[in-house]
């Protein structure tokens, strides 16, 4: 079945440590997206990749970095420069390279990251 | 900047009533997405409005988009327990492709 596979389902970080969380689909799709959800709260944009090899800044990039090296992987790495990194993240893609009309945002199941 | 305005946040209402929960945005935006959330789940599509008038109806839920006031309403007919859940618009920006969600509306059914 095709879908989204975020990994792992619960992360604990310690102060001072890099984490980085996985995202993998294969819905063969162009465009990816990372958004952090904190509790009672909506989704924020934190980075989002068109095309493999390019990525743009979302609206709470500080304290995050990318990577878009193979079309079907987006991990997000949440560095010690993230100060409150506890929330649920949430990676999405879409096909985006010809906009066709009705192309929509699958979504993963989530990591939810806590901070020891 | 693109603003995405949900109203209202929190909804809690008696099975079997209708309602309606806003979505206004700033910028102009060549789609609109509606999604349910489940508590502790990821999100669901629900619908994608294209176009000034769409309207898209599933259910008990319908979806309308009126681009020209930069407004569209996701109405609630006859509720019933099972809708209970956050329901969440976004909004893709053209000219980047950046796609700004609402705070969510967390809708709350009493049986």
């Known amino acids: 079945d095709g879908g989204i596979t975020q990994s792992p389902k619960y992360l604990f970080r310690k102060e001072g440590q890099n984490v980085t969380l996985s995202c993998e689909q294969n819905?063969?799709?162009?465009?990816m997206y990372w958004y952090r959800q904190d509790p009672g709260q909506g989704l924020r944009l934190i980075y989002y990749s068109q095309i493999v090899n390019d990525f743009q800044k979302g609206d709470i990039a500080e304290g995050y970095s990318v990577s878009r090296e193979k079309k079907e992987s987006f991990p997000l790495t949440v560095t010690s420069a993230q100060k409150n990194p506890t929330a649920f993240y949430l990676c999405a893609s879409s096909i985006f390279h010809v906009r066709q009309g009705n192309e929509k945002l699958f979504f993963g199941s989530g990591t939810q990251l806590s901070v020891l | 900047e693109l603003k995405v305005e949900q109203n209202p946040l929190f909804l809690s209402m008696q099975e079997g009533k209708n309602y309606t929960i806003y979505c206004n945005y700033s910028?102009?935006?060549?789609?609109l997405y509606w999604y349910r959330q489940d508590p502790g789940k990821s999100l669901e599509s629900l619908f994608v409005l294209l176009s000034n008038g769409a309207v898209k109806q599933e259910g008990r839920l319908m979806a309308s988009l009126d681009t020209k006031a930069r407004l569209s309403t996701l109405h609630i007919t006859a509720a019933v327990h099972d809708l209970s859940a956050t329901y969440f618009c976004a909004v893709d920006k053209e000219s980047d492709d950046k796609i700004i969600f609402g705070k969510g509306t967390r809708l709350h059914i009493l049986p």
């Open positions: 819905l063969n799709h162009d465009a």
């Open positions: 910028t102009t935006s060549d789609r």
